[in-house]
């Protein structure tokens, strides 16, 4: 027992040398009554942390080193009141989010200093300031706060809070000690097995010194995700023929009017029937006009108003993917203790990951599409539940994801105590951390000949019907409507800063100050070469390498190097009921590599993000009190303190200014006074009772800053603009709450939050001339192009531009969150349970109240989730289910439809982990076996309507088995 007590202080600890945001370890309850081991002994130690915290925090310990509780840590925090776990397609803990507030009000520090990633996950969420989690290997830490309520010491940018990981060090458990971890994982898409495996060596001198703890980690994962996609629901653009409104045969109904009620507009029905096989075999006359009448007659019981407002998908497509996901981790960590007045310590860390990713998808072509309906059924939202589809046409959508990420920081750091009674610290710590990206992403993308089909959406996601067999390599799939990609993504962030802490008293009773500084860089660049690719390939050169006057079409003609004749020698049968694409040969065939390695800068990735960076350099300076009183003989301590920050930025990107692309940077600067206060009281003697107030702030969406104008579609539709002039986010917040302790590691607590934040931004929607937007027709690719011609050219057609701005108005997030923990060793030993639920109302107040409303977007109104454990010395299972309400996801006006918002869906996700210690082998080593999503739920969003599925991504169900010990 008092061995366990030790290594528990041990644990503890340490998180006060990482900076002044740590609690003392002096305040550390004795753990003299901790008996237990594995999650019980994690949940022993996170109870007393939080019971002894003044704010409101809660934190997950690692029993021992290399054994955090989850393979991730996303995964892990999931289980902490008020937090949202942000998933990626595969199912993948990637992010959090913290009462009420997206991912990219969280700020993420290890060992107290800032952390910036450059990867972005399969969704390319990651525009804005989050952090993906998935990067950092769970083996090298023992310990996650989450700061929900701040003190003036703790690092500012984090409007809703923030998560510290702090990593495994020398001390934490003095000895000589191995770790080592072996898994394999199997997933029900992706199929195979995937191995893990970690070794983390710790060694301390005997005269209790110096330390040295150096780790290795390695995994070679896979991937598989089987999904539908619809990119939107777009309906049809019909003329005033069609529309039989009586104006001009060849133009079209203003917005408002009959036919064009709500807008969108992307699915052009044919003026007359084409003359194709599909048409011809539909039973219908090639030339002959379809107008108002023709439309009813094919369409019985709808109005050709009705038929202006139908909604089908833009581009309907099962979409499959697999590839690799692996990732190596280096951690050194030393110690140097030369005297009870020094203490120093070295932290690297160090992370590479290579992800592929083979993403293939079969598209029905709705947006700028001539599909002619037949016998076309509608439900009460004007979504398509059936029809007939003739003159329609598929393409493949090959893609390849070539992924390399890497990250590392080194953070040194000293603690020096000074006077008699050595009650005045100095801390110091610097840090510098570097992470780059690099992503390669070549498409071919081909077409299929003209087709009848039969529509139905009856369900979760639309089907079809086709005569023509899809997974025919020589069906005559065409190159006419193709296109080739060569898009490269460049990302890298930079973070580096200097603080130092002096403390004035004893660790309950003190007075501190302190400064820092802190730099943070982003830059991101997209590359594309697309068009040159496809001069060689698809289009053709002419004998010494020019390009031919006039530029032919990506069509295949005969001075292409892939042919339409040669095309059905580059596929192949596909496992998913539809063609690939043999890509290596393609690739190699076509130089690929070539005009991947020298593609041009370009607008933006086709990730979304647009190219530029910003540099933010921040000083900061801060007065903290810590100290305890009595209040009717009950002992309360309290933390009061205010920090100013003060941050100079410099956002840059590439413009457009009289034909001349060049890199503009703009300056701004701004200050905040950041006061805070919490105090905790014991009002009896295992009830506590907080309250907490304070003043936070989120720095701005660098994204939405840049200069440049990017396009988020092929059909140059919608395009975003920054705005350079957006200022921070100020959230004033108020906390009050309390928890009864109930021994062991049980208690039962309540929070009440509430959050109303200033400068919140929403997004500006205008509809604008292409003309006014300052970008070059010529800039655009061939199908952006073509797209702006088919709308009337570029004198004509529209644009609808996205822009943030500060709004006038308030955001007020109120909510409540509550946390049962319970021991039930009185029904059976080792048993025990412990839940969470959280609550969150949202509302908008002031002049810019209305456009304001509903701009959070994917946070869930209400989360919970339960684990069920039991264990004894040599056993363990714990079954958790985790459950989060579906949430808005965008704003409205997608895909040019006013009220079109994208929703998620209701998920939950159970996931099973045990373990089996073999106690007569010699290190007592342990066998573990872990599901995760065993009930194999999808992931589903919707677009303005359920059945208008947006997208649908099923993860699969993974199986886990391992061994882990220590020597």
Not at 412 to 423: A, L, M, T
Not at 611 to 621: I, K, L, P
Request: hydrophobic content about 35%.
């Amino acid at each position: 027992m008092a061995a366990t007590a030790a290594m528990a202080q041990e644990v503890a600890a340490p998180q006060a040398q990482s900076g002044p945001q740590a609690a003392p370890a002096e305040q550390v309850t004795d753990l003299d009554s901790v008996v237990v081991k594995g999650f019980r002994q994690s949940l022993q130690y996170s109870t007393e942390a939080k019971r002894d915290s003044t704010g409101f925090t809660d934190s997950i310990f690692a029993e021992d080193i290399g054994k955090f509780p989850d393979t991730n840590i996303a995964e892990s925090l999931a289980r902490v009141p008020g937090i949202q776990l942000n998933r990626d397609v595969n199912g993948e803990g990637l992010n959090i989010a913290i009462r009420g507030l997206p991912n990219s009000f969280t700020k993420t520090t290890i060992n107290g200093a800032s952390v910036a990633t450059a990867s972005i996950g399969l969704d390319a969420t990651n525009q804005n300031r989050e952090v993906d989690l998935n990067l950092f290997p769970t083996e090298f830490f023992n310990q996650v706060t989450v700061y929900k309520s701040p003190t003036a010491s703790l690092v500012e940018g984090g409007a809703s809070g923030v998560v510290d990981m702090r990593n495994s060090r020398p001390f934490d458990i003095s000895g000589n000690h191995i770790t080592y971890s072996l898994q394999a994982d199997h997933n029900t898409n992706s199929g195979g097995v995937s191995p893990r495996g970690s070794v983390i060596g710790n060694w301390t001198n005997e005269e209790g010194t110096f330390g040295a703890l150096v780790g290795l980690t390695s995994t070679r994962g896979k991937i598989g995700v089987e999904g539908y996609e619809t990119i939107g629901w777009t309906n049809p653009n019909l003329t005033n023929a069609q529309c039989g409104n009586g104006g001009a045969a060849g133009g079209f109904p203003a917005l408002g009017q009959p036919c064009n009620v709500t807008g969108g507009n992307g699915w052009r029905i044919p003026d007359v029937v084409p003359n194709n096989p599909s048409t011809i075999a539909a039973g219908l006359t090639p030339g002959t006009p379809i107008d108002a009448a023709w439309l009813q007659a094919n369409n019985p019981g709808l109005t050709p108003a009705q038929i202006g407002e139908a909604l089908i998908p833009r581009l309907g497509r099962p979409v499959h993917m697999s590839g690799d996901r692996d990732r190596d981790g280096f951690l050194g960590s030393f110690e140097w203790r030369p005297n009870d007045s020094m203490h120093f310590w070295l932290d690297s860390m160090y992370t590479k990951a290579r992800r592929t990713n083979s993403r293939v998808d079969m598209n029905l072509v709705g947006r700028n599409g001539g599909m002619i309906p037949l016998d076309m059924q509608l439900d009460a939202n004007n979504v398509v539940t059936s029809a007939t589809f003739t003159n329609a046409q598929f393409f493949l959508e090959h893609r390849e994801y070539i992924e390399d990420v890497q990250y590392w920081q080194v953070s040194p750091g000293g603690r020096f105590w000074f006077g008699d009674e050595q009650n005045i610290r100095l801390d110091v710590q610097a840090n510098t951390s570097r992470s780059w990206m690099f992503r390669e992403s070549p498409t071919i993308l081909v077409n299929s000949p003209f087709t009848t089909l039969e529509y139905t959406n009856g369900g979760a996601i639309p089907s079809w019907n086709t005569g023509l067999d899809l997974n025919d390599p020589n069906l005559g799939w065409t190159w006419v409507g193709g296109r080739l990609n060569v898009q490269n993504e460049k990302r890298v962030t930079e973070t580096s800063g200097v603080r130092a802490d002096l403390q004035f008293g004893e660790d309950n009773k003190n007075v501190k100050v302190g400064v820092a500084w802190d730099q943070n860089e982003r830059r991101i660049q997209g590359f594309d070469n697309s068009g040159a690719w496809e001069d060689l390939a698809c289009r053709g050169l002419n004998a010494d390498g020019s390009v031919p006057v006039p530029r032919p079409a990506c069509a295949g003609g005969p001075l292409a190097a892939v042919t339409n004749a040669e095309l059905a020698g580059y596929l192949r049968p596909g496992p998913h009921g539809f063609i690939v694409a043999d890509a290596s040969r393609f690739k190699n065939d076509t130089n690929y590599a070539f005009f991947r390695d020298n593609a041009p800068e370009s607008g933006g990735p086709n990730t979304g993000g647009a190219t530029g960076g910003f540099d933010e350099d921040t000083f900061a300076a801060y007065v903290e009190v810590n100290g305890e009183s009595e209040i009717w003989n009950r002992n309360l301590r309290f933390n009061f303190g205010v920090r100013y920050a003060q941050t100079d930025q410099i956002v840059s990107g590439p413009v457009t200014i009289g034909g001349v692309r060049q890199w503009q940077s703009l300056d701004g600067d701004y200050s905040e006074w950041l006061p805070s206060f919490s105090a905790a009281w014991d009002v009896a003697d295992d009830v506590v009772v907080r309250m907490s107030g304070s003043r936070t702030m989120t720095r701005p969406n660098p994204s939405s800053m840049l200069p440049a104008t990017t396009f988020t579609d092929q059909s140059a539709q919608v395009a975003n603009q920054g705005n350079p002039d957006l200022t921070p986010y100020i959230s004033n917040n108020f906390d009050l709450g309390g928890e009864w302790y109930t021994g062991d590691e049980g208690f039962v607590g309540l929070t009440l939050f509430n959050k109303r934040i200033e400068g919140y931004t929403f997004q500006g929607v205008t509809t604008r001339p292409f003309t006014d937007l300052g970008i070059p027709f010529d800039d655009l690719n061939d199908t952006q192009q073509l797209a702006i011609n088919n709308r009337g050219g570029p004198n004509v057609a529209t644009v609808n531009v996205n822009q943030q701005v500060n709004a006038n108005a308030e955001l007020e997030i109120r909510g409540w969150e509550a946390i049962w923990v319970q021991p039930l060793g009185f029904v059976f030993e080792g048993l025990g349970f412990m839940a969470n639920y959280t609550d969150i109302d949202i509302k908008t107040l002031g002049a810019d109240a209305k456009a304001l409303a509903g701009n959070v977007y994917g946070v869930s109104p209400s989360m919970w989730n339960a684990t069920t454990y039991w264990e004894n010395d040599i056993a363990s299972v714990r079954l958790s289910y985790t459950w989060a309400e579906g949430a808005t996801g965008t704003g409205p006006n997608q895909q040019g439809i006013p009220f079109a918002q994208i929703y998620g869906e209701d998920r939950g996700q159970l996931d099973l982990s045990s373990s089996y210690t073999l106690d007569w082998v010699a290190g007592k080593p342990q066998l573990t076996f872990n599901i995760l999503n065993i009930t194999g739920e999808e992931r589903r969003s919707y677009f303005a309507f359920p059945n208008a599925v947006n997208d649908y991504y099923d993860p699969g169900t993974t199986y886990s088995i391992g061994i882990r010990g220590t020597f």
